[in-house]
């Protein structure tokens, strides 16, 4: 068992049994006999496998509950095997440290995540798709206003939202997987935040449209027309633009993804979705955003990449209760005992530089 935990950790870790063997100070084959449960480490080996490792040493004592079978991502093509299983890994351990947690909450604050009723079967065109949108954010109470944290909305929904270090620069996209029946979907940790949003925004899209497109209809485009009227209802687009404009100002676009956490370009979108602006108005406008390198890289500060509260509030709430120990509060999250106090000091709780 404790073996299966070693190849886990290590297989989430990125590292082949050498690289592991060296950073640890021991060599391959004897950590490939662990891996097999061929031999036992002694406590000493197993520090300092811990250590290499990245994880709390209780993290080898955990009983897995969650089968990594039944992870399956939808699209994968395109990342490399050793990426796919660090996010795995990860994956399987955020969701453990979930279903843990949960055990011992009298109460679970989070629901099982289910579409609200109501839905249009058929959905025969993109304009349709507002209505998707628009009921899911009604049955969820979230106005119309802007959502501020997309992954903790999200999370008490019962989505399980990970952000992978795994995921990074340009190359990939997000990816949505089940484990055990839960929706999971991962986001870069260091992208900006209104991608991370976007894609948030995009897998759930994917979750509520599967089954109802029209054969016609193209899957991405439907998921990223959900995804911009999930951010910006149509509403709130006719509010901030008016109904028809010439041309929209590259400041004003600014401003709006600073209040709605979507793109610049991303408004764009929405602006010819809602019939604000014309065909060759968002041409023209698009060929500026691409002479202006603004394609890629968007003018003005970036949007913050969220920092989701949800869990590490669980764990809170579990130990002032006292459903918990300090020592397994501190595994929960991840960190040391030492770590666990000095965040519990609240003379040092600065919201936006938490971290789970
Ligand atoms: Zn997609």
Excluded at 263 to 282: E, K, P
Excluded at 332 to 340: A, C, I, R
Aim: aromatic share 8%; charged share 25%; net charge neutral.
């Amino acid at each position: 068992m404790i073996g299966n935990r070693i190849h886990q950790a290590r297989k989430s870790a990125g590292l082949s049994l050498r690289n592991l063997g060296e950073q640890a100070g021991i060599s391959a084959m004897a950590i490939s006999k662990y891996e097999n449960n061929k031999s036992t480490p002694s406590s000493t080996v197993m520090l300092s496998l811990a250590r290499a490792l990245g994880v709390r040493i209780e993290y080898f004592f955990r009983v897995s509950q969650v089968e990594l079978k039944k992870v399956e991502y939808r699209k994968h093509s395109r990342l490399p095997k050793k990426v796919l299983n660090q996010i795995e890994g990860d994956a399987i351990d955020q969701i453990e440290r979930y279903l843990e947690l949960e055990e011992f909450l009298p109460v679970n604050p989070i629901e099982l995540f289910k579409l609200p009723a109501g839905l249009p079967e058929l959905i025969e065109n993109y304009d349709e798709i507002e209505v998707v949108s628009a009921k899911i954010r009604q049955a969820w109470q979230l106005g119309n206003n802007p959502i501020h944290d997309l992954i903790d909305t999200l999370e008490e929904r019962g989505i399980k939202v990970l952000r992978s270090n795994a995921l990074h620069g340009e190359k990939f996209d997000g990816l949505a997987a089940q484990v055990n029946g839960t929706p999971i979907i991962v986001v870069g940790r260091d992208w900006p935040g209104d991608r991370q949003r976007f894609t948030l925004a995009h897998e759930l899209g994917h979750l509520a449209l599967a089954g109802r497109l029209a054969e016609h209809l193209d899957e991405e485009k439907a998921a990223n027309r959900f995804a911009g009227a999930f951010l910006v209802p149509a509403s709130e687009v006719v509010k901030k633009l008016g109904y028809h404009r010439q041309w929209l100002e590259p400041a004003e676009l600014c401003v709006l993804k600073a209040a709605y956490g979507l793109s610049m370009q991303g408004w764009l979108y929405r602006a010819i979705d809602m019939g604000v602006i014309s065909q060759s108005v968002f041409r023209n406008m698009w060929r500026m955003f691409v002479a202006k390198g603004w394609k890629k890289t968007e003018p003005g500060n970036p949007y913050a990449p969220e920092n989701p509260k949800l869990f590490r509030q669980m764990v809170f709430h579990a130990y002032a209760e006292e459903l918990i120990n300090e020592s397994k509060a501190a595994e929960l999250l991840g960190k040391s005992l030492s770590e666990f106090r000095s965040i519990r000091n609240v003379e040092l709780c600065v919201p936006q530089a938490t971290d789970q």
